[in-house]
C-alpha cells in the first residue's frame, strides 16, 4: 500500500506561481514512478508531469513546459510540483500518481487531490 498526499493549491491571480507537493508513504512507493495529473471540470484526466525517485529524468505535457517543473525530495519522501506563469487554463484539481511509463500511463495509487484555481 502506497499513500500520496497533496498540498500547497489554492487561489492565485493569472501570472502568479504556486507549488504542489506530495508526500509519499508505504514500504513500496520507491518502485513507482511519480508525477502529476489533473482534471477540470467538465474534461477529462490529463497528465502534467513525472519524475523519477532515482534518476532525474523527467518528462512534462506540451501544455507546461517552461512554465512548470517537477521536482523530488527522496529524504522527505516527498515530489514537488512549481507552477510559475499560471494560467486560467491551469485551473483545476491537481493529484499525485504513482505508476509506472514516461507519461505515467499505468497509474497505481492516486492523492486526494488539491485546487488550484487561477483568475483572471
Known amino acids: 500500500q502506497v499513500q500520496l498526499v497533496e498540498s500547497g493549491g489554492g487561489l492565485v491571480q493569472a501570472g502568479g506561481s504556486l507549488r504542489l507537493s506530495c508526500a509519499a508513504s508505504?514500504?513500496?512507493?520507491?518502485?513507482?514512478?511519480m508525477g502529476w495529473f489533473r482534471q477540470a471540470p467538465g474534461k477529462e484526466r490529463e497528465f502534467v508531469a513525472r519524475?523519477?525517485?532515482?534518476?532525474?529524468?523527467?518528462y512534462y505535457a506540451d501544455s507546461v513546459k517552461g512554465r512548470f517543473t517537477i521536482s523530488r525530495d527522496n529524504a522527505k519522501n516527498t515530489v514537488y510540483l512549481q507552477m510559475n506563469s499560471l494560467r486560467p487554463e491551469d485551473t483545476a484539481v491537481y493529484y499525485c500518481?504513482?505508476?509506472?511509463?514516461?507519461?505515467?500511463?499505468?497509474?497505481?495509487?492516486w492523492g486526494q487531490g488539491t485546487q488550484v484555481t487561477v483568475s483572471s
Open positions: 508505504g514500504r513500496t512507493f520507491s518502485a513507482y514512478g
Open positions: 500518481a504513482a505508476g509506472y511509463g514516461e507519461s505515467l500511463v499505468t497509474v497505481h495509487y
Open positions: 519524475i523519477s525517485w532515482s534518476d532525474d529524468y523527467t
